[in-house]
């Protein structure tokens, strides 16, 4: 093995774990995998150690929390300033999980699992049929503050468990992870994940105040939150279940395309049907292109991006 050569991935893992994993990082380009995987769980499970944490590493949690509470608190949607609220994050610190997990479990009967970073679709679909939400361990580097690819425990923290505290959201969660498995019988998991992309990561909702955004992927992110919201570049399409499904993703740009809901019960309601027939049509047509604009479509907002 070349000298500088990152051990391999398998030298970390329980036996067993690490072909999903290995096979899960490759089919995203740009990531590589980080954080501690050798002590971790069959289920991908690891500990805390909130000890472990370094003065700088709860400095940088501040300065994001700071710059992220300020952002959400004109552009988040109300049900997200909620759970927010509810959490009573220490703004200086990193949480500790194990008290979040207390909190939710009385609101919503959901519990925080720290987790090592990235784990294979079908873990964290079975940890989300058991309302358990897999949060990241470890926090980027300063030099990172903008931008990451992988998620790190601000992004699973700040941008996906306040609204773990909100009971729609926090049941169509759970029945996201029950469709998981489903997805894999089906060969049809990026289909699933592209449901989680547009409509966890980077949702818009619409709010007495207009339309706000609720995705953790753009509530964690310094600059695409006031874009999904405010930017004339993208298109805003009502939420359209086999539409999403049909629709390509990038993981390395803002959305050219952001869905919006009415409601979270639209979401919930989506996922009482049988999502096979929706595969089946989805794998018959072409992939969208997250550009598209189609005729079929209830458009908000046309991107200026599509008439450039
Ligand atoms: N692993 N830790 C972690 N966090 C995620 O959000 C995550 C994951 N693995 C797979 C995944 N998300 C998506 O592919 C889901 O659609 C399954
Ligand atoms: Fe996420």
Same mark, same amino acid.
């Given at each position: 093995?070349?000298?500088?050569?990152?051990?391999?991935?398998?030298?970390?893992?329980?036996?067993?774990?690490?072909?999903?994993?290995?096979?899960?990082?490759?089919?995203?380009?740009?990531?590589?995998?980080?954080?501690?995987?050798?002590?971790?769980?069959?289920?991908?499970?690891?500990?805390?150690?909130?000890?472990?944490?370094?003065?700088?590493?709860?400095?940088?949690?501040?300065?994001?929390?700071?710059?992220?509470?300020?952002?959400?608190?004109?552009?988040?949607?109300?049900?997200?300033?909620?759970?927010?609220?509810?959490?009573?994050?220490?703004?200086?610190?990193?949480?500790?999980?194990?008290?979040?997990?207390?909190?939710?479990?009385?609101?919503?009967?959901?519990?925080?699992?720290?987790?090592?970073?990235?784990?294979?679709?079908?873990?964290?679909?079975?940890?989300?049929?058991?309302?358990?939400?897999?949060?990241?361990?470890?926090?980027?580097?300063?030099?990172?503050?903008?931008?990451?690819?992988?998620?790190?425990?601000?992004?699973?923290?700040?941008?996906? *468990?306040?609204?773990?505290? #909100?009971?729609? +959201? $926090?049941?169509?969660? /759970?029945?996201?992870?029950?469709?998981?498995?489903? !997805?894999?019988?089906?060969?049809?998991?990026?289909?699933?994940?592209?449901?989680?992309?547009?409509?966890?990561?980077?949702?818009?909702?619409?709010?007495?105040?207009?339309?706000?955004?609720?995705?953790?992927?753009?509530?964690?992110?310094?600059?695409?939150?006031?874009?999904?919201?405010?930017?004339?570049?993208?298109?805003?399409?009502?939420?359209?279940?086999?539409?999403?499904?049909?629709?390509?993703?990038?993981?390395?740009?803002?959305?050219?395309?952001?869905? *919006?809901?009415?409601?979270? #019960?639209?979401? +919930? $309601?989506?996922?009482? /049907?049988?999502?096979?027939?929706?595969?089946?049509? !989805?794998?018959?047509?072409?992939?969208?292109?997250?550009?598209?604009?189609?005729?079929?479509?209830?458009?908000?907002?046309?991107?200026?991006?599509?008439?450039?």
């Amino acid at each position: 093995m070349l000298p500088d050569a990152k051990p391999p991935l398998t030298s970390q893992f329980p036996p067993g774990a690490d072909a999903a994993l290995s096979a899960f990082v490759e089919s995203i380009p740009g990531v590589s995998l980080r954080g501690d995987y050798s002590r971790m769980q069959p289920d991908f499970t690891t500990t805390q150690n909130w000890h472990d944490y370094a003065p700088a590493d709860h400095e940088l949690w501040r300065q994001l929390y700071r710059r992220q509470v300020d952002i959400a608190r004109r552009y988040a949607a109300p049900a997200f300033l909620d759970g927010l609220g509810r959490l009573r994050m220490l703004e200086d610190r990193i949480p500790l999980f194990e008290r979040t997990s207390e909190q939710l479990e009385r609101l919503t009967n959901w519990r925080i699992v720290p987790v090592p970073g990235l784990i294979p679709d079908y873990v964290f679909f079975a940890h989300l049929a058991k309302r358990q939400f897999p949060v990241t361990v470890w926090i980027r580097k300063p030099e990172e503050m903008d931008y990451l690819v992988e998620p790190d425990v601000f992004h699973d923290f700040f941008g996906h *468990v306040p609204l773990l505290s #909100q009971p729609i +959201f $926090a049941d169509y969660l /759970q029945e996201y992870g029950r469709k998981g498995a489903e !997805a894999l019988q089906l060969d049809a998991t990026k289909l699933l994940s592209r449901l989680f992309w547009y409509m966890v990561e980077f949702g818009l909702i619409r709010s007495e105040a207009g339309i706000k955004a609720y995705g953790a992927g753009m509530l964690s992110s310094a600059t695409e939150t006031a874009y999904s919201v405010d930017s004339p570049l993208p298109n805003r399409i009502a939420f359209d279940l086999q539409r999403v499904m049909e629709t390509d993703y990038r993981i390395d740009t803002f959305q050219a395309s952001y869905f *919006v809901l009415d409601d979270f #019960q639209d979401l +919930f $309601a989506a996922m009482q /049907q049988p999502f096979a027939p929706l595969y089946e049509r !989805a794998k018959a047509k072409e992939t969208l292109p997250a550009t598209a604009l189609l005729p079929t479509d209830i458009v908000l907002h046309a991107g200026t991006q599509s008439r450039q």
